[in-house]
């Protein structure tokens, strides 16, 4: 009797991700892609399925575990191999054999467990002596963190720069241990001393959200260009087009609309749609254009990507915008689904507002943010006339565009969208 492994897939940027659900148990049968277990990285909650029908022989992992790409999670036995494998109906597809396990995935380490260092021991800025020694996704986290690698203090084997070793480095810098951080430490309240009080634990993606929001906030210097949008027309086209619509089973939205209004725009601004090079001597240009769109879920703010978005129509828009939302809502996404936006739309639709300064998404440089329609008068020359308004906001890297591009690209939009 065959057993094979369930491993766990590319979680992305994840270094490790923690199992918060155990959906089966040693001898339950199992279909095609039926969840063992759900993981949660950093932006999302991940159901892990089985390869192909079978029973569960036995379970790897416990929830609370931190898991690795390619670790095994689970063996099982195909349907095929399996007791009740005699009632399988004919013309059933086959059942693959399983993959043999990789010489790279059967060497990869255990997450490695820092412990915690006790009080007077936080890592203290330095410069130094000597070179760095530190992997390509150690200097991707201290780019991205800003951290200068010189600066903090190794505790690999043989004097090597660890991911640990960053994160704690900012850590203590964040918390105002390390020497000359230059980060006033906020004033600590005990808010029970003034009435009742209770702690609720921020989800995972929370957290990341937060940690990503305020990296982006301290490295890029923000500006945010306001501009109204006569919506009048886009409305109308929208209240026109319900009867397609519903011949099409497809719900069209602002959204839609604004999306492709933005592609014009950007394919119009290119620089709009680029980012800095890693030294900032240079403009990377994308030439593609995969918008993200923030959605709101019970676990958080999370940006599903539409990718190729201008090889689309606003149909297609539409239904693919409405699937990636139901997958965020749900916990669905996988990281593939958030990765590789090129600009960024956040609407607060019908939430309200007049106006908000949304968080540039780096290495992205610009994002726009939608606030709820407004009728207001408008003079057409002879009279007032009612007419729609989108406010907007259009929140930009002031290293890769500047105010004149920024107003142009604002204008340019304004006019899509009143078209």
């Known amino acids: 009797m065959s057993v094979a492994e369930v491993r766990l897939p590319d979680t992305g940027d994840s270094e490790s991700v923690e199992v918060i659900e155990l959906c089966a148990g040693v001898g339950d049968r199992l279909q095609e892609n039926e969840a063992v277990v759900v993981v949660e990285t950093d932006k999302a909650t991940l159901e892990v399925g089985v390869p192909s029908d079978g029973v569960v022989s036995e379970l790897k992992v416990h929830v609370g575990d931190q898991v690795v790409s390619g670790q095994v999670i689970a063996l099982y036995e195909p349907e095929a191999e399996a007791p009740e494998a005699v009632d399988q109906q004919e013309g059933e597809r086959p059942v693959e054999k399983a993959e043999a396990p990789s010489a790279a995935s059967q060497t990869k380490p255990a997450p490695r467990v820092v412990p915690t260092s006790p009080v007077g021991s936080a890592p203290q800025a330095r410069e130094h002596s000597g070179p760095v020694y530190a992997g390509p996704a150690v200097r ?57 009080t209770k702690e609720i634990e921020r989800s995972r993606i929370r957290r990341s959200s937060a940690r990503n929001l305020h990296r982006s906030w301290v490295n890029i210097p923000h500006v945010t260009q306001f501009d109204d949008a006569d919506a009048t027309a886009l409305m109308r086209a929208l209240s026109e087009a319900r009867e397609e619509g519903a011949r099409r089973q497809v719900k069209l939205t602002p959204l839609a609309l604004i999306m492709r209004a933005c592609i014009a725009t950007l394919k119009a601004h290119p620089r709009v749609n680029a980012s800095l090079n ?22 958080g703010l999370l940006v599903p990507v539409v990718r190729d978005a201008d090889q689309k129509d606003v149909w297609a828009l539409a239904e693919e915008i409405s699937v990636l939302a139901e997958k965020a809502r749900s916990g669905k996404l996988a990281p593939s689904d958030m990765q590789g936006g090129t600009f960024t739309i956040s609407s607060l639709g019908r939430i309200g507002g007049t106006g908000f300064t949304p968080v540039v998404n780096g290495p992205q440089a610009a994002i726009l943010g939608v606030s709820r329609l407004t009728t207001k008068p408008h003079w057409n020359g002879e009279s007032f006339e009612p007419r729609e308004f989108m406010p907007m906001g259009l929140s930009y890297d002031h290293r890769v565009i500047d105010g004149a591009e920024a107003g142009r690209f604002m204008t340019h939009l304004c006019e899509e969208i009143a078209n």
């Open 140 to 196: 991707k986290l201290a780019r991205e963190l800003g951290v200068d690698l010189g600066k903090v203090v190794p505790t690999g084997a043989r004097g090597r720069t660890l991911k640990d070793d960053v994160t704690a480095y900012v850590r203590a810098r964040m918390t105002g241990e390390v020497t000359g951080s230059g980060l006033p430490e906020l004033p600590k309240v005990d808010f029970a001393a003034f009435g009742p």
């Open 278 to 299: 890693e030294a900032m001597t240079h403009w990377i240009y994308k030439e593609y254009w995969h918008i993200g769109f923030a959605v709101d879920t019970d676990d």
